[in-house]
């Protein structure tokens, strides 16, 4: 009799092995797809931090040469174009000084060439310059 429960149970043992061995084959397959598939996901993550950080340095070294071009860029003034600039806004010289954060009398005495901008006021009028007859006037309203 021990040698039928013996038997008996080896057999069991070894269809048991059997059916565990196929089961862990089909995990280690699966297991397999999903490292690869998380190295290539790593990979990509990995390549898409480069270009943004590539990117990001383009766009500071950019940023920097435009800001070194303006501030390199003479910034030349006219008393001419700016009464031009002023009459085709169609404001007088204080609300255009207002416009620009200068008295009306400092503008009038920049249109006559008896005194000229500095260059922050400069820059102010650069910017006035820039804005449209519609912009500039509900800036001055405000």
């Known amino acids: 009799m021990t040698n039928i429960a013996s038997v008996l149970k080896s057999e069991i043992s070894r269809i048991a092995r059997k059916e565990v061995r196929a089961e862990i084959d089909s995990l280690k397959k699966a297991s397999t797809q999903y490292r690869s598939a998380i190295a290539q996901l790593r990979r990509q993550v990995a390549e898409l931090d480069k ?6 340095r383009l766009a500071r070294a950019s940023s920097r040469a435009v ?6 860029m003479p910034r030349r003034f006219s008393a001419g174009r700016l009464t031009a600039h002023r009459a085709k806004l169609g404001i007088s010289a204080a609300a255009y000084g207002k416009l620009v954060g200068m008295s009306g009398a400092t503008i009038y005495l920049w249109e006559q060439g008896k005194s000229r901008p500095n260059a922050e006021q400069l820059l102010r009028l650069v910017e006035a310059r820039s804005l449209s007859k519609s912009t500039a006037l509900q800036k001055i309203s405000a």
């Open 51 to 56: 270009k943004l950080n590539q990117a990001g």
């Open 67 to 72: 800001e070194h071009r303006q501030s390199e």
